[in-house]
């Protein structure tokens, strides 16, 4: 890619707004994710009869055993609305800055 393309594309304000926009978005899912995971872990350290508690009375299936699945899902669900903002508004700002730097 040419120096000058690159200069240009850079200098877009919306590749600036693109690139503000995704990597805050990012960060805040990053940072959910973060929550939830340190605080399953947390948990698990400093208040293992909490996780340890049965769902019901005479149970072996303790309470940390859907909360360790909810964790795993959420991973899931935080990725699958980072790819549907990606996929929409994200895609969208690309193709039109790609369509200014052609010329079109």
């Keep these: ?6 200069d240009a594309i850079k200098n877009d304000p919306d590749f600036i707004h ?24 947390l948990t698990i350290a ?7 508690t049965p769902l019901s009375a005479g ?13 795993i899902v959420s ?6 609305i980072y790819v549907r903002r990606a996929n929409g508004e994200f895609d969208e700002l690309t193709a039109k800055i790609k369509s200014k730097v052609k010329g079109e």
């Design 1 to 6: 890619m040419k120096k000058e393309m690159v």
């Design 18 to 41: 693109l690139v503000k926009t995704r990597s805050s978005f990012a960060w805040t899912l990053t940072i959910i994710m973060l929550v939830i995971y340190f605080g399953f872990v």
């Design 46 to 52: 400093f208040d293992p009869k909490l996780l340890g």
């Design 59 to 71: 149970s072996v299936t303790t309470i940390g055993i859907p909360i360790g699945i909810g964790v």
């Design 75 to 80: 991973a899931f669900i935080l990725t699958g």
